[in-house]
């Protein structure tokens, strides 16, 4: 091998690089090059003498970490020029830089390819320093049969470690301990899950190496993953809180407030709507539309296909399904998506009543909202067009009342509603490679 590395570098090797005057321009012996070409000429004498070093280094020290830096330094290496302008002397310099470039090249993938299938070199596949595991993690990797995989562990606790062949779903081999360091020889060539399951919330070191059969070349492509819903029993399976979405009212709820004046002669300047509550139902959310226009244009009634549209989204960029803190994303990304538009000058009166006795009161005229116990947090006094979110809190019901202070306008409301249902769901990791 050694023979090898000094007939590649012999065979790059030589003076290279033309003088660079003060102007910016290069010449040697009639050679003119431009600012930008000399350049250029100048880096490919620079990754030339880059990769001629690395080929003493594997020849010197080889390791698998510097056979596939050799391998892909060699397969980068470039070198082009423009020969506009240019004199016979100057194209036939920059061909003799272009060419023993090339001959480097084939010569450094050949070393390369020579000294894998000549020693047997232990290639790291994962290595983990110092990292905290507070739940199940999951290492793939690609080995080949008969290769001999090399497993070290150190952790500040008792750790739990299980090896599976990911294609056939059969465990190969477990290790429980603060400190692990093992080996064995692969049966089948294929994916590998190392998993690790700490029994607290601890720190952990571990690596995981290969060493294949001397002149034996080694084969391991990148693998690739994708998430997949999938059923409690599941190989990999792993528990989710998600929601789902159910449409509340059939068809958006219509209603009629009076202006103040013309409610005194007859009609009504308030009403109420009873939203019933599915049973799982963390939040109810809701799309109000106001017009002084019976007839203006709207988008009313795609309150759920819209939501559901925005909540797929969600899944697909990977965001959280579902958060129970008040502040989480998910709420506010759908509802952002789809607020209403407000094109008019109306604006009404809303409250979020959670007790029947007091939207009934409010509904029968007996008392105004004022006298009444509604929710504070999620009313709107003076809103126009809007969408939001109650929060259910255990009730079975909630209920909506509309008022409309104006003394001569009436409004137009239109309501819809969606229940967030929570519930849980199943996913696995799938494996493959190119």
Known sequence: MLLVVALVVMGCGGQMSPKSESNGKSQHSGIHLSEREAYRYDKGVESLRALQSLCEEV??????????????????ITYSYNSTGMNEST?????????????????????????????????????????????KTYYPVYLNKNEKLYVDIESDGDVKFKLYNADSE??????????????????????????????????ASLSLSAKGEKGVKIYRPAVISKQVECSKDSFGAVAVEAVKL????????????????????????????????????????????????????????????NLTRSYKRIELFGLPFYEKSRSNGLLNTILDDNRPICDEDAYCNMYVFRRQSEAKKFQDGTKSASQLAYD???????????????????????????????VRYVNYIWVEAEALVAHTIYYRTVYSVN
């Open 376 to 406: 504070v947090d999620y009313s709107k006094v003076g809103t126009q067009s809007c969408s939001g979110s109650v929060p259910v809190n255990g009730e079975r019901s909630l209920y909506l009342a509309f008022e409309n202070e104006r």
């Open 170 to 203: 059969r465990l190969v081999k477990s290790f429980v301990g603060g400190k692990v360091s093992d080996s064995l020889t692969i049966s089948n060539s294929g994916i590998y899950l190392l998993e690790v399951t700490p029994t607290a919330k601890q720190y």
């Open 246 to 305: 159910q449409k509340l009212f059939d068809e958006p709820r219509k209603i009629t407030l009076r202006g103040q004046l013309k409610a005194a002669l007859s009609g009504n300047a308030q009403a109420l709507i009873s939203i019933p509550v599915p049973t799982g139902t963390t939040e109810v959310l809701y799309s109000m539309r106001i017009s002084t226009s019976e007839s203006s244009r709207s988008e009313d009634g795609r309150f759920h296909d």
């Open 91 to 135: 194209i036939s310099y920059c061909e003799q830089l272009k060419r023993r470039i090339e001959e480097c090249r084939a010569e450094a993938l050949s070393l390369a390819e020579s000294a894998s299938l000549n020693s047997s070199l232990k290639e790291t596949l994962v290595r983990v320093e110092d990292k905290l595991f507070d739940g």
């Open 59 to 76: 020849a010197a020290a080889p390791s698998y970490e510097l056979i596939a830096n050799l391998r892909n330094q060699a397969s980068k």
